[in-house]
C-alpha cells in the first residue's frame, strides 16, 4: 500500500519509537496526527517534519488514559484532516522497576494499566467509530514487545508484561471481530530498543541502565520505524499479523550475548 497522502495517527509521538515512525511515514508522503502528553515536544517535531515536504503534519496534546480527551481530540483531528487510515498504538511505559508487584506503588500500576491497557482500547474505540468503521477500511498497527509473549528474566516486570500480553490478546480477538471489513489488525514486537523507555524502566538510575545493556548493541528507534514501514507498505490483501525486531544479540527474552560488543573491538 502506497502510504504517499494516507493520514496516520500516531500514539507517543513525541519521542523515541514514535518520533522515529513519525519521521519515516512523512518521509513516505504520509499525512501524519502526532498524540502525546508533552505539548511542547509535540510542537517542536511538527516544525522539523512539515519544514520540506507538502505533507501535513498535526498534533493534539493527550493523555490517553483519559477517554474524553482521546475523543475529543480525535474527532478534532477528523475534522481537521479528513479521515484516518491507519492507527499506530505506540504510547506506553513501564515503570517501578526492580521492584516486585507486591512491592509497587498502587498509583505506578494504574499509570501502567491505564496507558497501556486503556491507551490502546480508547484509542482504537474513538478512531474505529469516528472514521474507520464509516468507511470499513484502515490498517491499526499496535506496537506491543516481546515480552507480550514471555515472562521477562527481570524483577520488576509484572504488570508491564501483562500488559502487554493483554494488548497481544486485545489485537488478536479486534482482528477477527472486524471480519467483513478491510481493516488489518497488526503487531510489531521490538526487543531492546534504546530509548528513554528503559531508563524511566529504572527510575533513571544509570548504573543499572548500564549493566542492562552491557556487552551488546541495543537497536535504535529508527530500526523498529523502518519495520512499520514495512509492513503498512503491503497490498491490502497481506497483513504482517505480527513481526518481531530484536537485537542480533537479544538470542532469546532470557538470553543476552554480553560478548557481542567484544567481538567487535
Ligand atoms: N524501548 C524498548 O526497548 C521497547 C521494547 C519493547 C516495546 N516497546 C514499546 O514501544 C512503545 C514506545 O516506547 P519507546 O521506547 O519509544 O518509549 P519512550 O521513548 O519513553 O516514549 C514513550 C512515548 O509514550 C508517550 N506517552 C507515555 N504515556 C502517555 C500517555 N498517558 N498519553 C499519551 N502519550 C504517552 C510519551 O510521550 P509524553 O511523555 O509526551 O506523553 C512518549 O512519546 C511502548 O509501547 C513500549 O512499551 C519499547
Given at each position: 500500500m502506497a502510504l504517499h497522502g494516507k493520514v496516520a495517527l500516531l500514539t507517543g509521538a513525541s519521542m523515541g519509537i514514535g518520533e522515529a515512525i513519525a519521521s519515516s511515514l512523512v518521509q513516505a508522503g504520509a499525512n501524519v496526527i502526532l498524540f502525546s502528553r508533552s505539548e511542547d515536544k509535540l510542537r517542536q517535531l511538527k516544525d522539523k517534519l512539515a519544514v520540506n515536504g507538502d505533507t501535513k503534519?498535526?498534533?493534539r496534546a493527550v493523555d490517553v488514559g483519559n477517554y474524553e480527551e482521546v475523543d475529543a481530540a480525535v474527532k478534532s483531528s477528523i475534522q481537521e484532516v479528513g479521515h484516518i487510515?491507519?492507527?499506530i498504538n505506540n504510547a506506553?511505559?513501564?515503570i517501578g522497576a526492580p521492584k516486585i508487584f507486591s512491592d509497587?506503588?498502587?498509583s505506578d500500576i494504574m499509570t501502567m494499566n491505564n496507558t497501556n491497557i486503556n491507551g490502546y482500547m480508547f484509542m482504537t474505540h474513538s478512531v474505529l467509530n469516528h472514521s474507520m468503521m464509516n468507511r470499513k477500511a484502515g490498517t491499526i498497527l499496535n506496537i506491543t514487545s516481546i515480552t507480550g509473549l514471555e515472562v521477562p528474566p527481570f524483577p520488576g516486570e509484572a504488570v508491564y508484561h501483562a500488559n502487554k500480553a493483554c494488548q497481544e490478546a486485545f489485537t488478536n480477538a479486534l482482528r477477527n471481530e472486524l471480519s467483513g471489513t478491510d481493516i488489518r489488525v497488526l503487531v510489531l514486537?521490538?526487543?531492546?530498543v534504546a530509548t528513554n523507555f528503559h531508563s524511566l524502566r529504572v527510575g533513571h538510575d544509570k548504573k543499572?541502565?548500564?549493566e542492562f545493556i552491557e556487552g551488546y548493541e541495543p537497536l535504535i528507534a529508527d530500526d523498529i520505524a523502518q519495520g512499520a514501514i514495512y509492513m503498512l507498505q503491503q497490498p491490502l490483501n497481506i497483513s504482517v499479523k505480527a513481526l518481531d525486531i530484536v537485537p542480533s544479540a537479544q538470542?532469546?527474552?532470557?538470553v543476552f550475548?554480553?560478548?557481542w560488543n567484544e567481538r567487535r573491538e
Open positions: 503534519v498535526t498534533y487510515d491507519i492507527l506506553g511505559l513501564a509497587l506503588n498502587p514486537r521490538p526487543g531492546v543499572m541502565y548500564d538470542r532469546s527474552i532470557n550475548d554480553r560478548t
